[in-house]
Each structure stands twice: as structure tokens, then as C-alpha cells.
């Protein structure tokens, strides 16, 4: 199955696709595109990495929603932009 194919070998390695995947070079694995993302902070212990991502469009800087519990609230978890719904949805084509 696919999912096996996924993973971090016993000798501590990861597997291709797992290598090559965006999660596993953000957690400070691997090697950032610079083309895509400039590292702004790291943590002594390399436990805490936080990268910027470059080249936004203004549509996705524009988008911004707010599911606030209450006016004024300080929680207001937000969602996904339509562009990642669309990525979501299995129905769109």
C-alpha cells in the first residue's frame, strides 16, 4: 500500500517519497527549496524551525476569514482558503 511506502526506516532514514515530501523537509530534515522558502529561526536543539514562504500571490495574501466564538473575541481559528478546498474536495475536477 501506499502508506508503507511513507515512512522512516528503523535505521533512521526515510523512505523517497517521505524524503521528498514538504512536511518532512519542514520539520528540519532536508534541505528547503530557496527558491520557495527562506528559514527565519531555528531553536539550539533544532527542535523548532520556522520557514517563510516567498512568492505569495496577492490573492492568497488578500483572502483572510475569520470564524470568530464572539465580536471581538480573541479566538478566531479561520479555515482554509478556497484554493486548498478545492484541493480537498475529491468532486472537483
Known amino acids: 500500500e501506499d502508506c508503507d511506502l511513507y515512512g522512516v526506516f528503523s535505521d533512521g532514514k526515510p523512505s523517497k517519497m517521505m524524503e521528498a515530501s514538504l512536511i518532512y523537509r519542514l520539520c528540519g530534515r532536508g534541505a528547503l527549496d530557496p527558491r520557495h522558502f527562506r528559514e527565519v529561526f531555528v531553536s539550539r536543539h533544532r527542535r523548532v524551525r520556522i520557514a517563510e514562504v516567498l512568492q505569495v500571490s496577492e490573492e492568497s495574501r488578500s483572502w483572510r476569514q ?20 478545492e484541493l480537498f474536495n475529491p468532486n472537483s475536477t
Open 66 to 85: 475569520r470564524n470568530c466564538d464572539a465580536p471581538g473575541s480573541w479566538y478566531c481559528p479561520g479555515g482554509y482558503s478556497p484554493g486548498l478546498l
